[in-house]
């Protein structure tokens, strides 16, 4: 069993910037592939940013240029460094671990113009 708990959220005016965090507890003691979503009410979940164990990242189209996603020394911690927000970012996001189905409780990002 694995908890995922995300921090970070909060609000703020378009143009500026976010840190969240992700930590991750549990029996798993090797994990390959992280990954952070996001939903916005009436709107599917969709993935934002992915990054395995070689560090290698991929990130949706609506995001590329301005957000950065990375994993910590330590693990089992995960970041998603967010710039440049824009209005349509506003919503709740989630890290997760993409193989084994697990998600966190989410933090929400609220963006105004």
């Known amino acids: 069993q694995v908890h995922l708990v995300e921090s970070g959220g909060g609000l703020v005016q378009a143009g500026g910037s976010l840190r969240l965090s992700c930590t991750a507890s549990?029996?798993?003691?090797?994990?390959?592939?992280m990954g952070w979503y996001r939903q916005a009410p009436g709107k599917e979940r969709e993935p934002v940013a992915l990054i395995n164990s070689r560090n290698n990242t991929s990130y949706a189209d609506s995001v590329k240029g301005r957000f950065t996603i990375s994993r910590g020394n330590a693990e089992n911690t995960l970041y998603l460094q967010m710039d440049s927000l824009k209005p349509e970012d506003t919503a709740m996001y989630y890290c997760?671990?993409?193989?084994?189905?697990?998600w966190g409780q989410g933090t929400q990002v609220t963006v105004s113009s």
């Open positions: 997760a671990l993409p193989l084994y189905d697990t």
């Open positions: 549990g029996s798993i003691f090797s994990i390959n592939a």
